[in-house]
C-alpha cells in the first residue's frame, strides 16, 4: 500500500529566508505526486504535481519541489518565504487505479516570522 | 469554468443527532467524487468515493454513510453521531478515467459534535 510521510509537523521560518519541506513516499511503481496547501479553516489548493519527465517540477507562488526516486522524496522548497506563506503544506502521492486514489502525509504546518 | 460546493460550512450537533453533508460541482460531468476527514493534527483520511450515481465505495468502516443521487452531488450521512466524528470534512472531485488528474477540494464543513 501506498504511505507518506511528512517529518516535520511545524516548522517556523523567518520572512525571506529559504524553505524546504520534507516528504517521504512508498509506492511500488513510478507514483504522482503532490504538494498542497491549506490556509486556516479552508479547502486544499494544489500547489503543483509530477507525473513523468523532469523531476524538477515549478508550481503556483513560486514553489519547486524535486522528485528524488533513489531517496523516495519528493521536497517541498522556496527560495524566498513571505509571510502570506503561513499554512499547513500537505504531501501525497496517487496511483494509477481508475478513481485516482491519493493518500495524503499529515502535514506539516508553517509559521513565518517577521 | 469548475467550481465545487459545501454546505454548511459549520455545523455543531449533539451527540446521536444526525448528519447530513452536501457536495456539489459545477461545471463538469461524470466526476470522480470524494469525501475526507480530517481530524485535528492529523492528514487527510479518505472516507469514501464515487465513480458513477448510486456507486460508493467505502474505505474506512465507520459511523458514516455516503450516497450519490444525482451526478454531481454527493451526500455525507449519519444515522447517530458520535464524539469521534468532529472534524474538517473536505468533498473533492476529479475528472473520470483520467489517472493522472489532480483532486480538486471544496471549501470543507467544520463539524463539532458535542
Known amino acids: 500500500a501506498q504511505s507518506v510521510t511528512q517529518p516535520d509537523i511545524h516548522i517556523t521560518v523567518s520572512e525571506g529566508a529559504s524553505l524546504e519541506l520534507r516528504c517521504n513516499y512508498s509506492?511500488?511503481?513510478?507514483?504522482?505526486l503532490f504538494w498542497y496547501v491549506q490556509s486556516p479553516g479552508q479547502g486544499l489548493q494544489l500547489l503543483l504535481k509530477?507525473?513523468?519527465?523532469?523531476?524538477l517540477v515549478q508550481g503556483i507562488k513560486g514553489f519547486e519541489a524535486e522528485f528524488k526516486r533513489s531517496q523516495s522524496s519528493f521536497n517541498l522548497r522556496k527560495p524566498s518565504v513571505h509571510w502570506s506563506d503561513a499554512a499547513e503544506y500537505f504531501c501525497a502521492v496517487g496511483d494509477s487505479g481508475g478513481y485516482q486514489k491519493v493518500t495524503f502525509g499529515t502535514g506539516t504546518k508553517l509559521q513565518v516570522i517577521p | 469554468s469548475q467550481t465545487i460546493h459545501q454546505w454548511p460550512a459549520t455545523l455543531v450537533q449533539p451527540v446521536g443527532s444526525p448528519l447530513s453533508l452536501e457536495c456539489t460541482v459545477e461545471g463538469t460531468s461524470n466526476p470522480n467524487l470524494y469525501w475526507y476527514r480530517q481530524a485535528a493534527g492529523r492528514g487527510l483520511q479518505l472516507l469514501f468515493y464515487s465513480v458513477g450515481i448510486g456507486q460508493i465505495s467505502s474505505e474506512v468502516p465507520q459511523n458514516l454513510s455516503a450516497s450519490r443521487p444525482q451526478d454531481r452531488q454527493f451526500i455525507l450521512s449519519s444515522k447517530k453521531l458520535l464524539l469521534s466524528d468532529s472534524g474538517f470534512y473536505l468533498c473533492a472531485w476529479t475528472k473520470a478515467q483520467v489517472s493522472q488528474e489532480t483532486q480538486y477540494f471544496g471549501p470543507g464543513t467544520r463539524l463539532l459534535v458535542l
Open positions: 509530477y507525473f513523468s519527465g523532469d523531476t
Open positions: 509506492y511500488g511503481a513510478t507514483p504522482y
